[in-house]
Nanobody, 121 residues
Framework: QVQLVESGGGLVQAGGSLRLSCAAS????????MAWFRQAPGKEREFVAG????????YYADSVKGRFTISRDNAKITVYLQMNSLKPEDTAVYYC??????????????WGQGTQVTVSS
């Protein structure tokens, strides 16, 4: 069993930065792939970034490559999403997810409650 709690969302101007955190509980955290998804109003939830558990390989959606960085600290059982050069189209509720396998679809086993990110123009 893994529980996820996101934090770090907020309101930021275009071009600014935010760092999201996802604190996990559960002994098996280090063996789970972790990912960030987002869902904007009226849109489907979409994959943003993911990190593998075995070798820390990372994957990014094309829309955030070069601007967002996902990382994990197994000692602190936390995963981060550093978001730079934010754009208004990044506005969404951001969700942390965990699953034994890294995937870009939303069939993750565990989900956090989400944190709102709003980017003003």
């Amino acid at each position: 069993q893994v529980q996820l709690v996101e934090s770090g969302g907020g309101l930021v101007q275009a071009g600014g930065s935010l760092r999201l955190s996802c604190a996990a509980s559960g002994r098996a955290f280090s063996r789970y792939a972790m990912a960030w998804f987002r869902q904007a109003p009226g849109k489907e939830r979409e994959f943003v970034a993911g990190i593998n558990w075995s070798d820390n390989t990372t994957y990014y959606a094309d829309s955030v490559k070069g601007r967002f960085t996902i990382s994990r600290d197994n000692a602190k059982i936390t995963v981060y999403l550093q978001m730079n050069s934010l754009k208004p189209e990044d506005t969404a509720v951001y969700y942390c997810a965990a699953d034994p396998a890294l995937r870009v679809d939303d069939k993750y086993k565990y989900w956090g409650q989400g944190t709102q990110v709003t980017v003003s123009s």
